[in-house]
């Protein structure tokens, strides 16, 4: 990436955050959500302001009800969008219509295309999606078209682009969905389709981030002045937004990055399964017995009790460590008064995104979780696992991402890849380091 274009992104990325951080100054949600090594941390406001709408990724807030998370929703979009924006209230009574206004008069003329309009669901480049998991099942099909920004088709009326129209990179339209989770929001709610979860990559469990004095402070003017949590008027920043959007591409992902997200991508290979995968029916906990990749899951198991990202997920990770990238950039230049000279994604990046984006999409089982995590929460242990993996393997990672940007191997180095694969099950794909590699079919036709 040229200097002059790290300059664009960062300046934009610096118009976005503080766009979100006027509109919510009186939203109390100021405790670091993850912190890097050299001292740079983000909070929520990072994340939801800056982190997804800058890469496109929807995100989704949860927790108990009490701590804002409309509000922060709402702050966030004004800050983006100014108020060109939808607040989405689902409740088991939604249907498609929802979507869609009527113009009685072009009705009464029998112009029935004409006389469906969009709604701000449709066009706006931001929608609140309040309540996600008061959907009724009807509506997921649907649901799941409007998160993905495909076309909504109404009844009688030809099929209609969500979001606003960007040069070569498809719709945008970001989404921020709330939800009340937990035993006590049983009633009335129902539980969150893994499919329809997947289309909010970024999960922000706000519960789990105690509030700090600031926060405290906040809440108690606010409730001194009457005034509430309130959110000011703003005229947005979505020339910055989409600029960021369209430009995401120029920031690389390093190889030892890369190779770490196709890593956890392995993790349903199975030393001890007839077809080398825990995808099989027959599958089971016992067979990890004896199995040695058991004791480089640790104590608790990783191996039998968590699976690989699915490969969307996968490339959403990558694509928000770009975003967690851009962030830190943007706060280092801040902190030093400089523009970086160059900004990639880096293993770091990586896992600091890692909890927020897999620990609802790794097939936990919930019983290990509960007794193996006091928290009881899937955040929790999907940074456990991350650090396991990062001690475990770091330093082969260094070497096996060198050798994988080689067109070909010496015979020493392709013995030292099939080493690794023995010893760890995920370190390679077993197709390309097996004794009896797999070779992809070539058809060639009769001609």
């Known amino acids: 990436m040229e200097q002059k274009d790290i300059a664009n992104i960062i300046e934009n990325i610096d118009a976005m955050e503080s766009a979100v951080r006027s509109a919510s100054s009186m939203i109390y949600h100021s405790t670091p959500l993850t912190s890097y090594k050299d001292g740079i941390q983000l909070d ?90 008061r959907a009724p099942q009807a509506m997921l099909n649907i649901l799941q078209g409007h998160l993905n920004n495909q076309a909504i088709t109404p009844s009688g009326g030809k099929p209609r682009k969500c979001g606003i129209s960007v040069d070569g990179k498809g719709q945008y339209q970001f989404k921020i969905g709330t939800c009340n989770e937990g035993k006590q929001y049983d009633e009335g709610t129902f539980a969150m389709d893994p499919a329809f979860r997947r289309r909010f990559p970024f999960e922000a469990p706000v519960n789990l981030f105690a509030p700090t004095e600031t926060d405290r402070e906040i809440r108690q003017k606010a409730g001194r002045t009457g005034t509430g949590l309130y959110v000011p008027e703003t005229e947005g920043c979505l020339v910055s937004v989409l600029d960021v959007f369209k430009n995401l591409g120029l920031v690389e992902t390093d190889l030892v990055a890369r190779e770490f997200i196709a890593y956890l991508g392995r993790m349903n290979q199975c030393l001890k399964s007839p077809f080398g995968t825990k995808d099989e029916a027959g599958f089971n906990i016992e067979r990890c017995s004896g199995c040695h990749a058991r004791g480089l899951a640790g104590e608790q198991n990783f191996c039998g009790n968590a699976y690989a990202l699915p490969d969307a997920t996968q490339m959403d990770l990558e694509v928000i460590a770009k975003g967690f990238a851009l962030v830190r950039a943007h706060h280092k230049a801040a902190e030093t008064g400089k523009m970086p000279s160059s900004v990639s994604v880096g293993l770091e990046d990586v896992i600091q995104a890692f909890p927020f984006v897999a620990a609802t999409k790794m097939g936990i089982d919930p019983a290990w979780l509960g007794k193996y995590f006091k928290s009881g929460e899937p955040i929790e242990a999907a940074k456990a696992v991350c650090v396991n993996i990062e001690q475990r393997i770091k330093k082969k990672l260094l070497k096996a991402s060198a050798l994988m940007a080689k067109p070909d191997y010496t015979s020493d180095e392709l013995a030292m890849m099939k080493s690794y694969c023995s010893e760890d099950p995920w370190a390679f794909g077993l197709r390309e380091c097996g004794a009896k590699p797999l070779l992809p079919v070539v058809y060639k036709g009769l001609r």
């Open 44 to 133: 929520i406001r990072d994340c939801l302001g800056v982190v997804c709408p800058a890469t496109g990724r929807n995100a989704l807030v949860n927790g108990s009800t009490g701590l804002a998370k409309t509000h922060l929703a709402i702050a966030v979009m004004a800050g983006l969008f100014g108020s060109d924006y939808a607040i989405l209230q689902i409740d088991p009574s939604l249907e498609q219509e929802k979507f869609f206004d009527i113009d009685g008069k072009a009705l009464q003329e029998g112009r029935l295309s004409d006389a469906i309009k969009d709604t701000p669901y449709i066009t706006a480049p931001g929608v609140i999606y309040d309540e996600t998991n």
